[in-house]
């Protein structure tokens, strides 16, 4: 079926929630078509934890905040835009309050800013512990109530079309009838998230698999800093406990991680002990686990507050651990490090601008200069209200250049249905397990390359099975997966020293120069 919108927005985050609602105030007359894969809270906005940061008392300023930014950043985040979205903070951030977020306020009706790794101030705006659930059920309920906004569920994106570097659109499965459609629309917008299920441990949901990604990529979009994917320190650790993150803001209230003989560890490795940046807390927990062999350690934040404390400042983390048997306000909590954030991605200006015109990244997919070699804590979210306001602006400002232009329907040729799904979920944990031990959190000139040559023979199979077997979700997903983690160990090669997130034991020190790494389809 032909298709034909003013806008298309690919993902129901807080990126295409907010742009939606921005394009639906500044386009009233104009139709906007929202698709995400799964149902609209299936994203990873919804588990996010920890808040958003925003400059809000008047011991803390913009200077300080970029400062911190630039610091995780390690010599790669661009100050110009660093600036500009922290700047903005207050306004964004207000908005989402008069939509419906009721962020946390302590007993003097004050807000109760939080602290995280790597900031040096209190200023993380938060709902409890369940910041990112609340903010994305308010835009949900905002967005559903607009007549110019369409929104279709299980819809997932297969390709985009893209000729002579101009986007007119995508082709989209709709997953309950197995059609394609061929989308057609202005701009195509791109606000997928990252691509956390590259690893076996990840605290993102099942559907991040890279997509957005790996269609620009596959479209001629240059990608940038792909290395550079952050892990989250504490990850629940238990066979059943699927993806579960234990916020950062639990170690800002004095959790302190032990090793599982009760020592405390961290203050061997940096002057800010269990608030040092998510990078060498991760590599601390790695060290100590390959150092002793354990399969986890602990973070304990029972010793340190008065249950009361606790399950009112984090009853999302106590309830679920109540499920497997913690109880956090009397024991520790077992944690890994998991695959949380890409900081790299589509190379795109912070309005979501891309090389390819008509096509724009926004959010985690993208690759704006932000967060550098490494994302600072709960500065996420923030970046996704600011590029999904700063996208609809630029939209607004080239209304007159905007036009749209059908393309042609989904060639079937001879694929016929698959009946080797096996295929799919074997290829799948491979890669996963292959990512998560060579391209991990420590990494080796020789784990990298064997990494490569395995991914080689994947995408192999993959492409076959994808020209000679009818599409589906599993199969989309999986050879995105598949060629987004090629990205990775590519840009990771290129990388000959160790900066941000990206640690290679071979190359343990930071060059001088900074550079960014960039990867481009050969044509």
Not at 58 to 87: C, M, P, Q, W, Y
Request: proline content about 3%; aromatic content about 10%.
């Amino acid at each position: 079926m032909k298709i034909k919108t003013d806008f298309l927005i690919i993902g129901s985050g807080i990126s295409g929630l907010s742009l939606a609602l921005n394009l639906s105030k500044l386009f009233p007359e104009e139709k906007i078509f929202l698709i995400t894969k799964e149902s609209l809270h299936h994203s990873s906005t919804y588990f996010a934890q920890g808040g958003i940061a925003c400059v809000s008392n008047s011991g803390d300023n913009f200077e300080k905040h970029i400062k911190d930014t630039l610091l995780a950043g390690d010599g790669l985040s661009n100050e110009k835009i660093v600036r500009t979205i922290t700047t903005q903070a207050p306004k964004r951030i207000d908005e989402l309050i008069e939509l419906g977020v009721k962020f946390t306020r302590n007993k003097n009706g004050e807000y109760d800013l939080g602290k995280e790794g790597g900031h040096s101030e209190r200023r993380i705006l938060h709902v409890n512990d369940q910041t990112g659930q609340s903010i994305e059920d308010t835009l949900i309920r905002n967005v559903e109530k607009l007549n110019n906004i369409e929104i279709k569920e299980k819809w997932c994106a297969v390709n985009l079309y893209v000729k002579n570097l101009k986007c007119y659109g995508a082709y989209v499965l709709e997953q309950e009838t197995e059609e394609i459609h061929n989308i057609a629309a202005k701009a195509t917008v791109l606000a997928t998230g990252g691509a956390g299920k590259i690893y076996l441990y990840t605290t993102n949901p099942d559907i991040i698999s890279g997509d957005g990604i790996a269609m620009a990529y596959r479209a001629g979009a240059m990608i940038s800093n792909m290395e550079f994917y952050q892990f989250h320190p504490t990850c629940l650790y238990h066979p059943y406990a699927k993806s579960f993150l234990i916020s950062e803001a639990m170690r800002g209230e004095g959790a302190i991680l032990k090793d599982v003989r009760g020592s405390e560890f961290m203050k061997n490795y940096h002057p800010q002990k269990d608030l040092a940046p998510r990078d060498i807390v991760s590599r601390a927990i790695d060290a100590e686990l390959k150092k002793s062999g354990d399969d986890y350690v602990y973070l304990d934040i029972s010793s340190y507050k008065n249950s009361d404390f606790i399950t009112s400042h984090f009853p999302g983390i106590y309830e679920k651990c109540l499920e497997f048997n913690i109880d956090i306000t009397k024991e520790p909590i077992p944690v890994v490090p998991a695959a949380h954030y890409c900081c790299g991605g589509v190379m795109a200006g912070i309005d979501g601008i891309t090389e390819i015109k008509n096509l724009y990244v926004i959010g985690e997919a993208a690759c704006t200069g932000f967060h550098g070699a490494n994302r600072l804590a709960s500065n996420s979210l923030l970046e996704g209200i600011v590029s999904a306001y700063e996208c609809a602006k630029y939209l607004l400002e080239q209304r007159s250049n905007l036009k749209i232009k059908q393309f042609s329907e989904w060639e079937i040729g001879n694929a016929v249905p698959s009946t080797e799904a096996v295929v799919i979920t074997q290829n799948w944990d491979e890669i996963r397990t292959v990512m998560q031990n060579f391209v991990g959190i420590v990494r080796s000139d020789m784990r990298l390359k064997r990494a490569l040559k395995r991914m080689n023979i994947f995408s192999e199979e993959i492409d076959y099975y994808y020209w000679n077997y009818k599409v589906d979700k599993n199969l989309i997903e999986l050879r995105n997966l598949s060629m987004v983690a090629e990205l990775l160990i590519r840009c990771a090669l290129s990388r000959k020293e160790s900066r941000g997130t990206h640690f290679n034991e071979n190359h343990p020190k930071k060059r001088d120069l900074a550079r960014n790494s960039y990867i481009k389809r050969p044509w």
